[in-house]
């Protein structure tokens, strides 16, 4: 019963977004995938609202697991990240912090960057 739980978790991780609320919840996504890209975002952001697109476009067609913290909601979590301004992107491979991209960054630069680590 929990291999089916984790297959349905896997095939939402690989089409879309998962949206995060809280450590716990981030840490076990992160335990979990070899390579997760986190969107550190807010509603009222005009960068991240441009971001947007290109983060379900990387989720779908990438290998890694794609994830979303709302600031506004977890800020305990930005903070705890250092996040100071938004869109925030933070890569993790093998449970570790590979990489922060503060800004926009095109979906090109943002694809290699995650196949560098796939």
Not at 19 to 33: F, P, R, T, Y
Not at 94 to 106: A, L, S
Request: with cysteine.
């Amino acid at each position: 019963m929990t291999t089916d739980t984790a297959s349905e978790t896997e095939k939402a991780t690989t089409n879309e977004p998962l949206h995060i609320d809280g450590a716990d919840q981030l840490n076990d996504v992160v335990g979990k995938h070899d390579v997760v890209l986190v969107d550190f975002y807010a509603d009222w952001c005009g960068p991240c609202q441009m971001l947007e697109p290109v983060v379900k476009t990387l989720a779908a067609e990438t290998d890694a697991t794609v994830a979303k913290v709302d600031v506004d909601a977890n800020q305990q979590l930005a903070q705890s990240y250092g996040v100071r301004g938004v869109p925030t992107l933070i890569m993790f491979a093998d449970g570790e912090q590979v990489e922060e991209i503060v800004g926009v960054k095109g979906e090109a630069d943002l694809r290699a960057l995650i196949e560098s680590y796939t």
